[in-house]
């Protein structure tokens, strides 16, 4: 496991990284939540603070990274969609990425280690592309279907959700130092 859990946004930067990377044709939206940035966001406790100020500052760098590799996280997914002549897909998706040379549509949703109930959050993705897996593309276009984790508690959760595979939706933990595992599906390249 990775020797400390990753930000939300750092696991979708990771995610984008290592499996979708604009410089090798992949054209990607990220939706960030406000509450991933730490705004509107709350703390009381010194450290539940100290916290919150390290994920907004996690927050910071990644736009700036996705602002560099030229991955779409701002005016909407739907605009997005439209303005790169692609194909709008329904529904906010945590990572969206489109390879137009391959027809590729990977539809990805990220959860990571927070205060709340590990398992609820991962269910609540797995519901999410259990509604993807009947996403409408263009003729010729295939979809993949990506579950990624961060954290001891939601990969444990994740190898038991094996029967997603079925569906065509594959599992992976991001790690931090880069050696990530696959419980089920396909590793994407």
């Not at 709008?88 to 990572?95: E, F, L, M, T």
Request: charged share 30%; aromatic share 6%.
């Amino acid at each position: 496991m990775s020797t400390r859990d990753l930000f939300q946004t750092e696991i979708k930067l990771e995610f984008v990284r290592r499996y979708c990377p604009p410089s090798k044709g992949w054209r990607v939206y990220v939706d960030i939540d406000p509450a991933e940035e730490g705004r509107g966001v709350k703390c009381e406790k010194p450290e539940s603070q100290h916290r919150l100020e390290e994920r907004k500052a996690a927050a910071k760098k990644v736009r700036e990274s996705f602002g560099k590799m030229k991955v779409g996280c701002d005016g909407g997914r739907k605009r997005w969609c439209k303005q790169s002549g692609l194909p709008d897909v329904s529904d906010d998706r945590d990572i969206l990425a489109f390879h137009p040379e391959r027809k590729i549509c990977w539809i990805a949703e990220v959860e990571g280690a927070s205060s709340g109930q590990p398992e609820q959050k991962l269910y609540k993705a797995a519901g999410q592309l259990i509604c993807a897996v009947g996403t409408r593309l263009p003729a010729g276009w295939s979809l993949v279907l990506v579950l990624a984790v961060n954290g001891e508690k939601l990969a444990t959760h994740l190898k038991r959700m094996k029967a997603l595979k079925r569906l065509g939706v594959a599992g992976v933990v991001i790690n931090e130092n880069g050696n990530d595992d696959w419980p089920f599906g396909r590793a994407l390249k």
